[in-house]
């Protein structure tokens, strides 16, 4: 995932604007109802655990800082491909065996997938959020084919949230991927004019997020943790995707 438009706010900012983060989470909360449903405020992260040298790592494991990808959309080469089909097995089995599995990086490729599960008993408006956000990832992959403009990506996702009531969350964005992380082209899922066209060989990610209500969010001071600022939940699924001469095909789908 790439984050674009997003405005980073830290704890001194809140406790200026809205006194204390307590106050904060309350105004917000009272904003608007979008369900019965827990806020999840932010926790304390523990510090990274240590990896064993056996265990194959990425160059940029040290800094976290994955380097910049290409200038434009890559054409991978069937070896490229053979090694991106296996990266993205790899990714959904983790995703399919939550842990008891945890690898991302195989062969110097990456695969990339996220998915949402339900716990517990989930209301009616959380229940509709999920399917939606999973029909709007659907929806998006079945027009990818070679001569579609990436632009229309965004158009299906929008015309399916907005069907179903809920606001596509526009800084978030899908991304090239291959033996980097991230590279062009930029996949918006909000109605938008990016340029290009789908070419065979080429990989990228598509990773819509759905939001109850107002699509704004800010980045805490963690640098990571992404909240919307009426405390409306959202949904994200997300598949990386090749583009074949006759079509599309999905790399991370479900393991066999």
């Known amino acids: 995932m790439k984050l674009f438009f997003g405005q980073k706010v830290t704890k001194s900012y809140l406790q200026r604007r809205y006194f204390n983060l307590d106050d904060f989470w309350e105004r917000s909360w009272k904003r608007r109802d979008f369900g019965s449903y827990n806020i999840v405020k932010p926790g304390f992260v523990s510090e990274g655990r240590s990896v064993p040298e056996r265990i194959n790592r990425p160059s940029y494991f040290d800094t976290s800082m994955p380097p910049p990808g290409p200038d434009e959309p890559e054409i991978k080469t069937e070896a490229q491909i053979k090694k991106m089909r296996d990266s993205c097995r790899l990714a959904r089995f983790m995703l399919d065996s939550v842990g008891k599995y945890i690898k991302v990086y195989l062969n110097g490729f990456h695969g990339d997938c996220s998915a949402m599960f339900l716990v517990g008993e989930v209301d009616k408006d959380g229940k509709a959020l999920v399917k939606a956000t999973e029909q709007s990832l659907e929806r998006a992959i079945s027009i990818c084919r070679p001569g579609e403009f990436f632009c229309n990506i965004g158009s299906e996702v929008e015309l399916v949230a907005r069907k179903a009531g809920f606001t596509v969350v526009p800084c978030f964005t899908g991304h090239g991927i291959g033996s980097y992380f991230h590279g062009p082209p930029d996949i918006y899922h909000c109605y938008n004019n ?61 393991v066999a």
């Open 194 to 254: 990016y340029p290009g066209k789908m070419k065979t060989g080429m990989v990228f990610t598509i990773e819509p997020v759905l939001a109850q209500g107002s699509h704004e969010i800010v980045i805490l001071e963690d640098g990571w943790t992404a909240v919307t600022l009426d405390n409306g939940r959202t949904a994200q699924f997300e598949h990386t995707v090749l583009i074949t001469d006759d079509g599309v095909e999905i790399l991370t789908n479900n």
